[in-house]
């Protein structure tokens, strides 16, 4: 063929470059698309997650981040990751892929040093290592994947030995134990997961966990799914819905108050160890039990008084715990989901 001028290679490697940057772009400003294939209302790039989700490449990008301009080859952090030389670098090829650090290559093979969008990863990282809500996602969500890759067949599991699997941590920090407990709250009040045993305590996962975790959806996702189901007139202002097995109550408004019936459950639930006075947790626990009560109210305005006599209780207790962080936020999520917002 003829040689006509034109630099292929050079072409081959803008158009390299172009892509690299407009997959930077959707990572960082993901496009926003409904699923409705099971009734699931999640954007696209959520599932899946940033690399706060994947520990191994977010502690390799902190390495990198503590290293001076200099390039340092993949060789360097074997030890530290109990990894070969060849696994090391295709993590280092994910960051790179994601134009998190640049590759210089030697005759010694690919060197590695972060970038400014390392840098600025890095900062969002440690913005979110202090966010306890995004915690609490990322906990209850990789709990419930580990125990379905440790024990799919249902059979009984130790949930504490998750806290030493490599999946325990988030944008660079270990979860902890307490993190884990409300975790398991959620996810057993939600039905996804079952109290089995308690000496030791053992939990397994349930049908609908597994359900959930094939669906490839989050927690949060697929709790707030929305099923096909035949509606029964209960009276002139209450309509039950059920569908699968289960059962979901609206009001004559349609609100959904299920969610805030397991908030009002799991606030009695845990409110002796949420560091409240003990005048405090009485009147906590008697709201909570209001809150139960009024889901079977036709007036909104009645549930959301309930509510957020629950929610000033919380609010209102000054020990600082994740725990009252923790069922705050799923208080926060129950009344989206009631609100349909």
């Not at 884990?180 to 000496?199: C, D, F, P």
């Not at 408004?253 to 003990?278: H, I, K, T, Y």
Request: hydrophobic content about 40%; proline content about 4%.
């Amino acid at each position: 063929m003829a040689n006509d001028g034109i630099d292929r290679r050079a072409i081959e490697r803008h158009v390299k470059e172009i892509n690299k940057v407009y997959q930077q772009v959707a990572k960082k400003y993901p496009v926003t698309v409904p699923v409705q294939g099971r009734g699931f209302a999640m954007s696209a790039g959520v599932v899946g997650g940033g690399i706060e989700h994947d520990p191994e490449l977010v502690r390799l990008l902190m390495v990198f981040g503590e290293e001076t301009a200099n390039y340092v080859g993949p060789e360097a952090f074997v030890e530290l990751f109990g990894k070969s030389v060849e696994d090391v670098d295709v993590l280092a090829h994910a960051l790179e892929r994601d134009g998190l650090i640049q590759s210089s290559n030697t005759f010694g093979g690919s060197r590695y040093r972060i970038t400014d969008d390392g840098r600025v990863e890095l900062r969002r990282l440690g913005q979110l290592r202090e966010d306890p809500a995004a915690r609490h996602r990322y906990a209850t969500d990789a709990f419930l994947r580990w125990l379905y890759t440790t024990a799919h067949d249902q059979r009984p599991v130790d949930p504490a030995r998750f806290l030493t699997a490599v999946e325990a941590a988030f944008a660079g920090s270990d979860l902890t134990g307490t993190e884990l407990h409300y975790a398991l709250a959620r996810l057993t009040h939600s039905g996804l997961v079952n109290e089995i045993g308690t000496e030791p305590k053992t939990v397994a996962i349930t049908i609908d966990g597994i359900d959930c975790v094939l669906s490839g959806a989050s927690v949060s996702d697929y709790l707030n799914r929305t099923r096909p189901g035949d509606y029964y007139s209960i009276n002139g202002t209450n309509v039950v819905a059920g569908s699968q097995g289960s059962v979901v109550q609206n009001n004559h408004n349609g609100f959904d108050v299920s969610a805030l019936r397991n908030f009002a459950a799991m606030v009695q639930q845990f409110a002796p160890s949420l560091g409240a006075e003990p005048d405090q947790q009485e009147q906590l626990v008697r709201d909570a039990q209001l809150l139960t009560e009024e889901a079977d109210n036709p007036e909104p305005g009645r549930i959301r008084t309930a509510y957020e006599r629950v929610m000033t209780g919380l609010r209102g207790i000054t020990t600082a715990s994740a725990g009252v962080v923790a069922v705050i936020s799923q208080g926060e999520e129950a009344y989206r989901v009631f609100t349909g917002g």
